[in-house]
């Protein structure tokens, strides 16, 4: 049995029909009846009944629906729980700066640390130049344009 087929059967019980059902899938009506008969032929039985109305699962089923939506559940849950890591940035960040920047550097951070509370920073200050390039450290707070020609550097403020 293929899951995929299970998410039609589980869209034709929630729509009654199966150009509803193709409707709310996106695909064909003959795509809903073909996978709807593979499903039942993995089964060995029907698992639908054609009535004037449109279906009416069979208890095999309604036991096959409640089954697929547990898994729809779980598979959601797992999916949404990727997204949240995904999001959460995990790690420490060096940062190289000079002494006058940590008032309003800490600022930030305690504001960064509040939106990835995973995330740890490490402050190197010094009045000298790390090297970026050999990962002396991942960020620097400088004075001055960067001197390493490969670096990305973005001017944050200008000062008298």
């Known amino acids: 049995m ?3 087929d299970l998410r039609y059967l589980l869209a034709v ?9 193709a409707r709310a899938l ?12 593979a ?25 096959a629906c409640a089954v697929g939506g547990d898994v729809e559940r779980a598979l959601s849950s797992l999916e949404r729980e990727g997204r949240e890591a995904s999001a959460q940035i995990d790690g420490v960040v060096r ?6 920047f940590i008032p ?12 990835q ?18 990962r002396e450290a991942d960020i620097a707070l400088r004075m001055t344009r960067d001197s390493q020609g490969s670096l ?4 944050l403020a200008a000062m008298p």
């Open 95 to 100: 940062i190289a700066t000079a002494e006058g």
């Open 39 to 63: 499903l039942q032929r993995s089964f060995g039985a029907r698992l639908l009944e054609r009535t004037a109305d449109g279906y009416r699962l069979t208890a095999l089923g309604r036991r």
């Open 2 to 4: 293929q899951w995929d």
């Open 13 to 21: 019980e929630r729509a009654g029909s199966l150009a509803s059902a």
């Open 117 to 134: 509370p995973r995330l740890r920073f490490e402050l190197r200050v010094s009045s000298g130049v790390l090297n970026l390039v050999n």
């Open 104 to 115: 309003v550097l800490m600022r930030a951070l305690r504001e960064l640390r509040a939106l």
């Open 152 to 155: 990305v550097s973005t001017r």
């Open 26 to 37: 996106r695909v064909d009506q003959s795509t809903v009846g073909r996978r709807l008969a």
